[in-house]
């Protein structure tokens, strides 16, 4: 049993929902997401190629944040094969961060959301933003989701690293991952990458596909299925009116 | 203690320099560590100046534990005469380094818990774990020279220095040589690097701050030959950066960082205690900038919060933070001679 996800490139629409999806899940601070993406131009007018990858933890076989985090604080779940953190042992040593080659683990410099805890008033007679945190019964901000806390603090402490869990606390309950719910064209499929027999591994033998920086042996447990590939191109040289198609 | 101490002392340009240090490298210490964040960091650069000054610092301490481990395994009357001074500084200077390091963590006690939940393959948990070994042997030869106790556990204390200080150095090349996503870290090629580096620093720290004749004599024979492979390593290095064609590879060598150990080689006896420090600022030039460009390219998606490529300049806090690890430093080295270099060893 290991929990893998693959996002087919040529259904990826570059909406960034799954990102938004990710942030309001996971509470994550301002100034980070755990899921977010890289981009690429390349080629030359008229022939350019724009691609958007959307990434996060890729939850490696082999990853490198374990083998660097001293305390053990980056782990590998053995049930799962989800690479989780633990808040409680971590240091703070940023050794994560670096040995990390996909730069998807991010640190709290600072407490999180903390403009929460102002207690001035916007404006006169309005709530301030604790009284707002207090209104809402909320823990960080007022839209914190306290079902993140059930396997991972819903605010990450100051000095310490955070990243995706793949939403563990979901997978707990049998949902998928909020930024594949999230996802409007069906790009990212979610499930055990290490049965033969599920749909996750059904699409990697159907379509072939490959991990970020796979050569670095970190062997990612997050499979991108086909380049994108437009189906018509647009063409300066062709008459005007003619249909220049998507 | 030296009973001969008193306040008067301490009112010297030297402890108000060091004092000076200590307010306010100390006061950006504590705002760090309780209230707020000031250093020039961010999530694709992490490791800045104050990790640079804990690196250089620690470095420094082991060179100089390698050179009185040498002069004591080899009966080298000229440093083993300055046992307790090598010892007051090798321990002054490392905790110098560690002060950096907890304003770099955050925290003291998370310097410790490294010790409690260890991690065997990670090379941060090897360095810590060594130096507070090599920190402990330091403080054992110390607290026997105090109290007068030689004999047979001299030479394995001094072989013990000797092998956990060079892998202490060479483990902290290992922090960086096992990053595989980063190609100016990657490598075996920067645990020779540090390793040499803190015999450099460490010999040149001696000639600078222990200025007797013979003893500067035996530490810059080792500073001199140290620093020439030095050159000869920045050479091979920038020869093969000049070479390579290594995706994400910014360089990190240069051809001007030969000048200052060169230099420093070949002219020390004309001036030992300057051209020792020349040679220590080109140790921390090079350790600088190796720690620094590995970093700058930004990896996946962090380049669109930063640039493919940083750009970084420390700025004052960061700077005071360097301010305070040498102010640490100074204060123990100079404690260490006012109250325990005068007294005689037990009889």
């Known amino acids: 049993m290991g929990y893998g996800m693959v996002i087919d490139q040529q259904l990826c629409v570059g909406c960034a929902a799954c990102t938004i999806a990710c942030k309001i899940e996971n509470n994550t601070p301002v100034g980070f997401n755990w899921c977010d993406k890289i981009t690429r131009t390349s080629g030359k007018f008229p022939n350019v190629r724009y691609e958007y990858i959307s990434t996060m933890c890729n939850h490696c076989d082999n990853a490198p944040c374990v083998a660097a985090c ?29 040995a990390c080659p996909y730069g998807v683990i991010s640190f709290n410099w600072q407490r999180p959301h903390q ?71 069906g790009a990212r499929q979610f499930g055990d990458i290490d049965d033969p027999n599920s749909e996750v591994s059904r699409l990697v033998a159907k379509h072939g596909g490959k991990g970020l920086r796979e050569e670095l042996g970190t062997r990612p447990r997050v499979i991108y299925l086909r380049d994108y590939t437009p189906q018509r191109r647009f063409d300066p040289f062709r008459p005007a009116g003619e249909d220049q198609g998507a | 203690m030296n009973a001969n101490v008193s306040l008067r002392d301490f009112a010297t340009p030297t402890w108000i320099l060091i004092a000076v240090g200590l307010v306010a490298g100390g006061a950006v210490g504590l705002y760090e560590m309780f209230f707020g964040h000031l250093f020039a960091t961010n999530s694709a650069l992490v490791w800045t100046l104050p990790l640079v000054t804990y690196i250089f610092l620690a470095l420094m301490s082991t060179g100089i534990s390698l050179v009185l481990a040498y002069g004591l395994i080899m009966k080298d009357e000229a440093i083993t005469r300055h046992t307790r001074p090598l010892l007051i500084m090798a321990i002054g200077i490392l905790l110098g380094g560690f002060t950096a390091l907890a304003t770099e963590l955050g925290s003291l006690l998370n310097m410790v818990w490294i010790l409690l939940s260890p991690n065997p393959s990670s090379p941060i948990w ?35 220095t000797l092998v956990i200080a060079a892998a202490a150095a060479i483990t902290i090349g290992a922090v960086f040589g ?89 002219l020390l006896s004309l001036a030992p205690r300057l051209l020792a420090l020349v040679g220590i600022l080109g140790v921390f030039w090079v350790q600088y900038s190796f720690i620094i460009t590995g970093q700058l390219v930004s990896l996946g998606q962090m380049a669109h919060w930063y640039g493919a490529v940083q750009t970084y300049q420390p700025n004052i806090p960061e700077a005071l933070i360097l301010v305070l690890g040498i102010a640490v430093a100074a204060a123990l080295i100079k404690l260490g001679e006012q109250f325990l270099i005068a007294r005689r060893p037990a009889a």
């Open chain 1, 70 to 98: 001293p305390t053990q604080a980056m782990y590998k779940d053995a049930g799962t094969g989800l690479t989780l953190h633990d808040t409680n042992k971590c240091i703070g040593c940023k050794a994560c961060i670096v």
């Open chain 1, 115 to 185: 403009h929460w805890a102002q207690r001035d008033q916007l404006a006169e007679g309005c709530f301030s933003p604790r009284e707002m945190l207090e209104e809402s019964g909320g823990e960080g901000s007022p839209h914190g989701n306290p079902e993140r806390g059930t396997t991972y603090p819903v605010v990450r402490p100051a000095g310490s690293v955070e990243k995706c869990t793949f939403c563990d606390h979901r997978l707990l309950e049998g949902l998928a991952p909020a930024c594949v719910d999230a996802c409007p064209s």
């Open chain 2, 126 to 160: 090897w360095m810590g774990t060594l130096y507070s070994i090599e920190l402990v042997l330091l403080f054992v030869k110390l607290v026997m020279d105090l109290r007068g106790r030689h004999g047979v556990f001299d030479l394995p204390l001094a072989w013990g």
């Open chain 2, 178 to 266: 096992t990053v595989i996503g980063r190609p100016d870290f990657h490598g075996a090629f920067l645990s020779v690097v540090t390793l040499v580096s803190a015999l450099v620093s460490g010999a040149a720290a001696i000639v600078l701050l222990r200025p007797q004749s013979t003893l500067t004599e035996a530490a810059g024979r080792i500073f001199r030959q140290a620093a020439l492979v030095f050159a000869a390593l920045i050479l091979t290095r920038v020869a093969y950066e000049a070479h390579s064609t290594v995706e994400g590879m910014l360089g990190w060598a240069n051809i001007f960082m030969l000048v200052p150990f060169l230099v420093a080689a070949m």
